[in-house]
C-alpha cells in the first residue's frame, strides 16, 4: 500500500511539472504563429496597396509579440510611403531599441533622415548599415548621393558603380554616376552614363541636358545642340533646356536661333540672371549694344555675384569705347572668380 501511494504520488508530481512546462510553451509557441501569420497578411496586404490593412495586422502583431522587429520596420515603411516622416523615424527608432545592429533599420533611419533633411545626413551615416550587413543597391545609392554632395566624387563613382552591379536597369544610378564623372572631368564618361541612363528611361529629362552640357565640354556643340531638342521634346516647358540649347547654337554661329532659344527661356523663366545675360550676349554679338547693355543690367540686379556676366559686359562696354566702365567691369568678374577676366584687366593698366 505505501508502495503504490508513493508511486500515485511520484507520477503525480511528475505530471505537475510537465504540464506547467507544457502550457507555457505553447501560448508562447501559439502567440509567436499566430504573429507569423498577422505578419504574412500584412505583407500581402502590403503588396495590393491597401495600407490602412495592412497597418491593422502589423499593429496585432505588435501586441501580440511587441519585439517582432520586422513589423516596426514595415510599419515605417508604410508610414514613409503615406508621407508621415516623423512617425517612420519612430517606428526604426524602434525597431534599432530592440536590434541596435539592425542593418535595415539603420539603412531606413538614415533614408528618412535624408528625406527630411540631407544636410543632417552623412555618407558614414549609411556605413553603418553596410557594416551590419544590409547591402541592398539602395544602401549605396543613397551613399554615393552623399558622397556627391561632400564632393568626394571618385568614392560616389564606386559607389554608384556597387549599386548597378546589384540593380542594372537603375537608371537614376547611371545618371547619378554620369555626374559624379562630369565633376571628375571625365567628361566622356559622363556622356557613356547618361547614355545608359537613357536606355532604361527614355524620358530624363536632366539625362539629355546634362549630356548636352558634358558634350559642350568636349568641344560637340552640334551633339550638344541635338541631346537640348530631345530635352525639349521631353519637356516644352523647361527653361534650362532652352537656354543651353541657345548657348549650343550661339557658339554655331546660329544667332537667330540663340536668340529664339534665350526668349522662349526668359518667357519661361524671366527671373533668372544667366538668361538674361545671355539675352544680353546674343544682342551684343548682333551688334545692338544698347540693348545687350539692359539685359546685363537686368541680369545682374538679380545677382551681383555673377562674374560672367560682368565679364560680357565689360567687354560690350569695350566695344562701344567705354572701357572705365569696361575694366570696372572686369574688376568684379575677377573679384567673382572669373579667371579670363586677368587678360583683360592689362587693358586696363596701360
Not at 42 to 65: H, N, P
Not at 215 to 235: N, S
Amino acid at each position: 500500500m505505501k508502495w503504490s501511494t508513493f508511486l500515485v504520488l511520484l507520477c503525480l508530481h511528475c505530471y505537475g511539472i510537465y504540464a506547467q512546462s507544457e502550457t507555457f510553451n505553447a501560448e508562447s509557441y501559439r502567440q509567436g504563429r499566430m504573429a507569423e501569420r498577422l505578419y504574412a497578411n500584412a505583407i500581402r496586404t502590403i503588396e495590393a496597396k491597401d495600407y490602412y490593412g495592412a497597418l491593422q495586422f502589423l499593429d496585432s502583431v505588435v501586441l501580440l509579440t511587441p519585439r517582432y522587429v520586422p513589423a516596426y520596420l514595415e510599419r515605417g515603411k508604410i508610414y514613409f510611403t503615406k508621407e508621415r516622416k516623423a512617425d517612420a523615424l519612430l517606428e526604426f527608432q524602434k525597431a534599432l531599441s530592440l536590434e541596435p545592429a539592425h542593418g535595415e533599420a539603420l539603412f531606413y533611419q538614415a533614408y528618412v533622415r535624408f528625406a527630411q533633411d540631407t544636410a543632417s545626413v552623412r555618407s558614414s551615416d549609411f556605413d553603418r548599415s553596410i557594416v551590419s550587413g544590409y547591402t541592398s543597391y539602395q544602401v549605396y545609392y543613397y551613399r554615393g548621393l552623399l558622397k556627391v554632395l561632400e564632393k568626394k566624387y571618385n568614392e560616389a563613382v564606386a559607389d554608384f558603380t556597387q549599386c548597378i552591379e546589384k540593380k542594372g536597369d537603375f537608371a537614376i544610378a547611371y545618371h547619378d554616376r554620369g555626374t559624379a564623372k562630369y565633376h571628375l572631368g571625365d567628361y566622356q564618361g559622363a556622356v557613356y552614363d547618361y547614355r545608359l541612363a537613357l536606355n532604361y528611361a527614355p524620358d530624363m529629362l536632366m539625362a539629355y541636358v546634362n549630356m548636352g552640357d558634358a558634350k559642350k565640354r568636349l568641344g560637340d556643340y552640334q551633339g550638344a545642340e541635338e541631346d537640348y531638342t530631345q530635352a525639349i521634346a521631353v519637356d516644352s516647358v523647361n527653361s534650362v533646356s532652352y537656354n543651353n540649347r541657345g548657348g549650343a547654337r550661339f557658339v554655331l554661329g546660329n544667332v537667330e536661333g540663340a536668340q529664339s532659344d534665350f526668349s522662349k527661356a526668359y518667357e519661361l523663366n524671366p527671373a533668372n540672371c544667366t538668361i538674361r545675360c545671355n539675352m544680353g550676349n546674343v544682342l551684343s554679338k548682333s551688334g545692338d549694344y544698347k540693348t545687350a547693355i539692359d539685359w546685363y543690367n537686368q541680369g545682374l540686379e538679380l545677382d551681383v555675384t555673377y562674374g560672367i556676366g560682368y565679364l560680357n559686359r565689360g567687354l560690350t562696354y569695350e566695344m562701344q569705347g567705354m572701357l572705365s566702365d569696361a575694366c570696372a567691369d572686369w574688376k568684379n568678374a575677377a573679384k567673382y572668380g572669373v579667371a579670363e577676366a586677368e587678360e583683360y584687366l592689362k587693358e586696363c593698366t596701360k
